[in-house]
């Protein structure tokens, strides 16, 4: 089974390209440029940029005629057969470290399996027959190692030479983050959960569907499942088979003393499968047997002809122009994934299937019923407006949600839109969801509609969540309303105030990796009100939150650190999957990532995905539990309790739990471990925990009920032992079994020097001081210099 491939060569690759200044012997007309200063400099990075595009365009013609001189299926099984062989060796070898320089990375297969797709959707047929030779296929390779190499030159030297100051100081950055992305991002995701997002993305749709294609939205779900499950262990499959059969036909040999020819032929006429079963194995191995998707499938064949290109009839790519036929034009695998070749229904990549079929659907589709195209942008915008309640709706239980809620902008006067308004606890969270964009254009080719599109996906969403905040904190109170029969009716009041956490959400039907990690380069989205950072995400990405973070607390605890993070302009990280890998891992990294910007300028994790990758891996990943953040027991309790009682403000408390790290999490537990027992002897037990926020915790039994005085006094003294203005405090209802069963949250304040019974007070927090506890967060946060070589990997950053 292939392992999907994590973001470390991504990664690797950009910060090699941006070294090439201090490499020994670099390009001589970029290395000249790149170490060039005045007037000069300019002159040679436009020189250079100019001299690497024709070397691209001359490139693309030498591989395009290498890939055509091959016989196609056999060459797609032979780039397979590396992809497996090294996936087996390296798991074989049990290696955590990087590949070495001998093995090729999974990033160069994808971006060879890319450009073939190209090569063959743009020239037509008859390809080259036969079975290809193994030096031919190196060659092949060795051509794209170069090509790809060539290409991160060029987006360097173009990026630089760009004087456009659209985005201020920071626009070559900004574009060569851009064109990077584009170039080097492809689909790296676990293929497990094609079924259950096709199925969702596609049921507003399904009577179009059945009507046009014969089957619905989870018929075609299956089938995509199909091809996912056909990549990722179809070659682990036929080698079992292949490897199964050989063993029978051996056994048979050394049983009756026969040759193995005499043995195969045997066992054929025994069983009327063998051969079928061994020429369908060596398919599968040998010649691209996994990619044929007429075998693969059940999709019917008119989706598959939607999905799929013929032989020379994508003229755009290879057309005269600047960068043709380079990977900087948008490759035809991101419109129509499929290519259809000796008849058969053909994917390079299962990857590039998930990323461009639900496009390819929506343009096949609308182009047999063109009268549907309306309705299906209509269907598409009400289920991206309700994705996040919808598949998050186990987590937002008890939530309150307003849907299209309208409001009068606070600059216009005019009444504007919100998609959804949700109200849980004391955290508002709004979501803005945009259908997303068609094929995007390459931010080489085209950057300003490149980063059109980008902004269509994330600063709309952004404005109109911003839009909203501005318009609830330019009063006390405001109302909020929805459209009736033409009529805005209010349907609630809110204010401001009293929420701890304002969520802006920004959701995309769209995968959002390829552009994720330059939502931060965007000038203009900046934390609104200059303390609320906004969120971006995709569909895709909450089917996976929806797994890993179960329950309300998780998710809003996660929501907060992410939205943290997103608020760190120098701290980047690729993706979702990548924020949820380092929350699962080390709870508060955002803060781990304040700790590294005191000694550097910029910070860049990867390779956090692969917590989440490592789960979804073999056959058996629906029945294994997800991987967790650890808690000892007794919190465990303690935050189910909150959680089923949910008191006012409990968002509040669970957050402070889960924010202590594993030395902070074991001393409480310790704690209530010790106090657990004692309730026995004592009706109430209560101790006061020392961390950035003390916290006071009662343990009472289920038969006694602690007087909310006796609760106020203690806080009050509590306050004056830790010195603080407030103490957080949480009562826990207990069993006589020594469950925890019940909960309730309130806060102390401390009581003011003109009380009558203050000196009394002060009395009693001194004689009550040496039993305070001082608890620890326990944030474990190791300094980058004692990382192990694997998370200095990860956790990428530049020293001042």
């Known amino acids: 089974m292939l392992r999907s491939a994590s973001r470390n060569e991504v990664l690797s690759a950009k910060m090699e390209t941006h070294q090439l200044s201090h490499d020994d012997n670099p390009p001589d007309t970029l290395g000249s440029a790149l170490t060039a200063e005045g007037p000069e400099r300019q002159t040679k990075l436009e020189s250079a940029a100019n001299n690497l595009r024709q070397e691209l365009e001359q490139l693309a013609v030498r591989v395009t005629a290498l890939v055509l001189s091959q016989p196609p299926t056999s060459l797609l099984g032979y780039i397979w ?24 990375s999974f990033e160069l297969y994808q971006f060879a399996l890319e450009y073939l797709h190209a090569a063959w959707s743009g020239n037509r047929e008859p390809f080259s027959e036969g079975t290809i030779k193994e030096e031919k296929a190196e060659e092949v390779l060795v051509a794209f190692e170069e090509f790809r190499t060539k290409t991160m030159q060029y987006c360097l030297a173009s990026s630089l030479a760009n004087t456009n100051p659209d985005f201020g100081e920071g626009t070559n950055k900004f574009e060569f983050q851009a064109k990077t992305s584009w170039v080097l991002i492809r689909g790296h995701r676990h293929q497990v959960l094609e079924k259950e997002f096709f199925s969702f993305v596609l049921a507003p749709q399904e009577d179009a569907l059945v009507s046009t294609y014969g089957v619905g939205s989870d018929q075609i779900a299956s089938g995509i499942q199909q091809i996912a499950d056909a990549f990722r262990m179809g070659y682990a499959k036929a080698s079992e088979v292949m490897s199964s059969k050989m063993q029978e036909a051996t056994e048979l040999v050394a049983r009756e003393s026969i040759t193995m020819e005499l043995a195969i032929e045997k066992l054929k006429s025994a069983d009327t499968d063998f051969m079928k079963d061994m020429t369908g194995a060596w398919k599968d191995l040998f010649e691209g047997g996994i990619c044929n998707l007429s075998r693969q499938t059940t999709l019917p064949k008119t989706l598959l002809e939607d999905l799929a290109y013929e032989p020379g009839t994508e003229t755009k790519f290879f057309e005269k122009g ?20 000796n008849g058969d229904y053909y994917a390079t990549d299962g990857q590039f299937v998930r990323d461009s079929a639900y496009r390819a659907i929506q343009r096949g589709l609308i182009a047999r019923n063109p009268s549907y195209r309306e309705s299906w942008n209509k269907k598409q915008k009400d289920l991206t407006e309700a994705a996040f309640p919808a598949i998050l709706h186990q987590q937002l239980k008890g939530a309150t949600l307003y849907n299209e809620v309208y409001f009068k902008d606070v600059t216009t006067g005019q009444w504007v839109e919100t998609d959804t308004v949700g ?20 931010p080489a080719t085209d950057f300003d509609r490149h980063i059109r599109a980008v902004q269509d996906l994330v600063v709309k969403a952004y404005r109109q969540c911003r839009r909203f905040v501005e318009y609830l904190a330019s009063a006390e109170e405001l109302q909020i309303f929805q459209l009736e029969n033409g009529q805005h009716k209010e349907i609630a009041r809110l204010r401001l105030n009293t929420f701890r956490k304002i969520i802006p959400i920004g959701l995309t039907v769209e995968a959002f990796t390829p552009f994720s ?34 329950t309300t607390g998780t998710l809003f605890h ?62 058996d990943w629906q029945s294994k539990a997800v991987p967790q953040q650890h808690f000892p027991p007794e919190l465990e309790q303690m935050l189910r309790a909150l959680d089923r009682a949910r008191p006012n403000g409990w968002l509040k408390y669970d957050a402070f739990l889960r924010d202590l790290g594993g030395k902070g999490r074991e001393n409480l537990a310790s704690l209530v471990r010790q106090l657990l027992p004692t309730l026995k002897e004592h009706p109430v037990r209560s101790a006061l925990l020392g961390t950035e926020m003390p916290l006071q915790v009662f343990l009472h039994r289920s038969d006694f009920s602690v007087p909310e005085s006796e609760i106020r006094h203690r806080g009050e003294v509590a306050c004056l032992i830790a010195g603080t203005p407030t103490v957080l405090i949480l009562v826990f209802c207990c069993s006589s079994s020594g469950e925890i069963t019940g909960a309730t949250c309130s806060t102390a304040v401390s009581p003011p020097t003109i009380r009558a019974d203050y000196a009394a007070l002060v009395a009693e927090a001194e004689e009550k001081r040496a039993k305070f506890i001082q608890l620890g967060t326990g944030q474990a946060r190791r300094p980058p210099e004692k990382l192990s070589k694997r998370a200095k990997r990860r956790n990428r950053y530049k020293r001042r």
Not at 82 to 103: I, P, T
Not at 521 to 538: A, D, Q, Y
């Open 81 to 104: 057969a590396q992809v497996f062989v090294g996936a087996m060796r390296q798991h074989s070898q049990n290696k955590k470290e990087q590949l070495s320089d001998k093995d090729r």
């Open 517 to 550: 990690a330059m939502c931060k380069e965007l000038p203009e989205v900046t934390p609104i009100l200059g303390k609320h950072p906004f969120i971006s995400m995709s569909v895709d990405d909450l089917f996976v939150l929806n797994r890993f973070l179960p």
């Open 558 to 619: 996660y929501l907060d650190v992410r939205q943290q993070v997103a608020g760190i302009p120098e701290a980047m990280m690729f993706d979702e999957q990548d924020h949820l890998g380092a929350y699962l891992s080390r709870n508060r990294f955002d803060r781990d990532m304040q700790e590294q910007l005191t000694s550097a300028d910029r910070v860049a994790w990867d390779a956090f995905s692969e917590k989440i990758e490592e789960h979804f891996r073999g056959e």
């Open 423 to 442: 109200l849980l606890d004391d955290n508002l969270f709004i979501v803005e969801a945009k259908a997303g964009v068609m094929a995007m254009h390459s």
């Open 322 to 341: 600047p960068l043709a036929g380079t990977p900087l034009r948008t490759l035809p695998a991101r419109i129509r994934p499929l290519i259809r070749l």
